[in-house]
């Protein structure tokens, strides 16, 4: 009889009281023990190079030493008080000197929150109710958020498809859907809805799929004619495509984001950022009852997080840190295109360098229907056999850190090219 894995026997347990095995986030089979700079263990005792980091805050890598050091001096001093603290005012002044259309920041603890305030609040602004978001695009777990995500029966568009059981069915009526990076779609729609429409969001790079040239641009233009509030979830972009997020990298300013992962440090921290005078709308002395938009939470800029993301972004600010974060990056891109090529499997890299991953698929990727033609099983696999290779992504994504080492790389590129010739395999 084969004697039960330390792993193993964490896996049962965790099935016997956790809905699903797991946390709803990724593989429950896998259990993590710990993570240092660039690698993770296992109960087993496995070590892993990581690509997940968190699905995306710790861009520092884990357990960085100054992170750790700081969140340790605070932990003296308490970790959370629902009133106002020092910390998270200064690193709110750090978010509005980065974050071109930061003027003012309300912070929350999750991406969720921070999606689900920012639409309540471009509705409170306007006195409208429809949002347009784009098909494919995460915007977190609220109900509207919830609607094309990842539908599997695609409707004819701005016909809205529920993600997730539980949603009432009148959600559809207040949202629209429009396919990413079509911006005459786009301007036909808000001709068409514009007086009804709140709020327009969009991650500017959906899902790791590069904006063409001119749909930013257009949606700028298409909100500011209508009087619509343009949202970009930054949530995963934040602090991570530069410094000042995709706004600074694209050159297109919206009226509010949303910010998470980085900005906490890898502690639970997100924000809503934007004008002063929508942001306006959290402070009921301000606008009066009618148009106050409520909102608190009891970790909302908790000083521990505050910290950790204060630190972090001081590190990120260092010469070289976005240098590095895109050499290593290219380095994987070039070597992954390389294996692949080598064994002749059609395939597209898509994101950018701080983080992109493999579709394959032939033919260019610039929305969530050309994702649906790749092979999804093929991309599966991949990643399986990576993981037999310890090394860990996501199921669709490669987050770059800056604990990444040249070792690191190297392993992870003979992992890469093991991964490609098995899948001529069989």
Request: contains cysteine; aromatic residues 8%; charged residues 20%.
């Amino acid at each position: 009889m084969v004697k039960e894995t330390v792993q193993e026997s964490w896996v049962k347990r965790a099935k016997g009281v956790l809905a699903g095995g797991g946390f709803g986030n990724f593989d429950p089979n896998i259990i993590i023990s710990e993570g240092r700079g660039a690698r993770v263990k296992d109960e087993n005792g496995v070590e892993y190079i990581d690509y997940l980091i968190g699905s995306g805050p710790l861009i520092l890598g884990h357990a960085h030493p100054e992170v750790m050091n700081s969140v340790g001096e605070q932990l003296k001093n308490g970790t959370s008080f629902f009133a106002n603290n020092s910390s998270a005012i200064a690193l709110a002044e750090e978010i509005c000197s980065a974050v071109v259309c930061a003027e003012r920041v309300r912070y929350v603890s999750t991406g969720s929150e921070a999606g689900m305030y920012a639409m309540r609040l471009a509705r409170a602004y306007t006195g409208r109710d429809i949002i347009l978001k784009f098909e494919g695009g995460f915007h977190g777990m609220s109900a509207d958020a919830l609607m094309s995500l990842a539908p599997v029966r695609l409707e004819n568009f701005p016909l809205a498809v529920s993600d997730s059981a539980g949603i009432p069915d009148n959600v559809r009526d207040h949202i629209l859907v429009a396919p990413f990076n079509d911006a005459d779609f786009a301007r036909q729609i808000v001709s068409e809805y514009g007086e009804r429409i709140a709020g327009v969001i969009v991650e500017p790079l959906q899902r790791l799929i590069e904006p063409v040239p001119g749909f930013l641009e257009t949606l700028r233009d298409i909100t500011s004619e209508f009087g619509i509030v343009l949202i970009f979830d930054e949530v995963v972009t934040g602090f991570r495509l530069a410094y000042g997020g995709a706004q600074e990298r694209y050159g297109v300013i919206p009226d509010l984001c949303t910010l998470g992962k980085i900005v906490g440090g890898g502690f639970p921290l997100s924000a809503i950022a934007g004008s002063a005078e929508i942001m306006a709308h959290f402070d009921k002395e301000e606008v009066g009852e009618a148009a106050f938009v409520f909102q608190n939470g009891t970790l909302s800029g908790n000083p521990v997080a505050a910290v950790a993301g204060l630190k972090t972004l001081e590190i990120l600010r260092r010469p070289g840190s976005y240098e590095r974060l895109k050499s290593s990056g290219n380095r994987l891109i070039e070597g992954i295109k390389e294996s692949l090529s080598k064994v002749s499997i059609p395939h597209q890299i898509v994101g950018d360098p701080v983080m992109f991953d493999v579709v394959f698929v032939n033919g260019a990727v610039k929305d969530y229907r050309d994702i649906l033609r790749s092979d999804s099983k093929r991309l599966k696999n991949f990643n399986l056999q990576l993981r037999k290779q310890n090394v860990l992504k996501s199921d669709n994504k490669f987050y770059i850190s800056l604990a990444l080492t040249e070792d690191d790389l190297f392993f992870t590129l003979n992992a890469v090219s093991q991964a490609a010739r098995s899948l001529t395999q069989g």
